[in-house]
C-alpha cells in the first residue's frame, strides 16, 4: 500500500511559479514510476509527466513543468513555471508499478493522492 499526499498548489498570477511536492509512504517508493497528472473542472484528467526508468512529458507543458524525485525522501515533484490561466486545476500525483511505460494514462495508475488545487490569475 502506498499513500501520496500532494502539497504545494495554490494562487499564482500568470507568468509565476510554483512547486508541487507529493510525499510517499512505505519503503518502496524507489520501485514505482511517479506521475503528475492535472484536472481543470469539466475536463478529464490529464497526464502532464512521469518518472520511471525515464522522464516523459506531455506536449503541453514540455519546457514549462519539470519532474523531479529524491528517493532518499519518497517524494516527487512538479516544478510549474511560465503558468498561464489555462493551467489552473487540481494536481494530481500518482504512483505506477510499471516503471517502463513511456506515456500514462489515469487508468493505469496503482495509488492517487488527493490533489492540490492551482489557480492561475490572469
Known amino acids: 500500500q502506498v499513500q501520496l499526499v500532494e502539497s504545494g498548489g495554490g494562487l499564482v498570477q500568470t507568468g509565476g511559479s510554483l512547486k508541487l511536492s507529493c510525499a510517499a509512504s512505505g519503503r518502496t517508493f524507489s520501485s514505482y514510476a511517479m506521475v503528475w497528472f492535472r484536472q481543470a473542472p469539466g475536463k478529464e484528467r490529464e497526464f502532464l509527466a512521469g518518472?520511471?526508468?525515464?522522464?516523459y512529458y506531455a506536449d503541453s507543458v514540455k519546457g514549462r513543468f519539470t519532474i523531479s524525485r529524491d528517493n532518499a525522501k519518497n517524494t516527487v515533484y512538479l516544478q510549474l513555471n511560465s503558468l498561464k490561466p489555462e493551467d489552473t486545476a487540481v494536481y494530481y500525483c500518482?504512483?505506477?508499478?510499471?516503471?517502463?511505460?513511456?506515456?500514462?494514462?489515469?487508468?493505469?495508475?496503482?495509488?492517487w493522492g488527493k490533489g492540490t488545487p492551482v489557480t492561475v490569475s490572469s
Open positions: 518518472s520511471g526508468v525515464s522522464t
Open positions: 500518482a504512483a505506477d508499478s510499471n516503471r517502463y511505460r513511456t506515456r500514462w494514462y489515469p487508468s493505469q495508475m496503482d495509488y
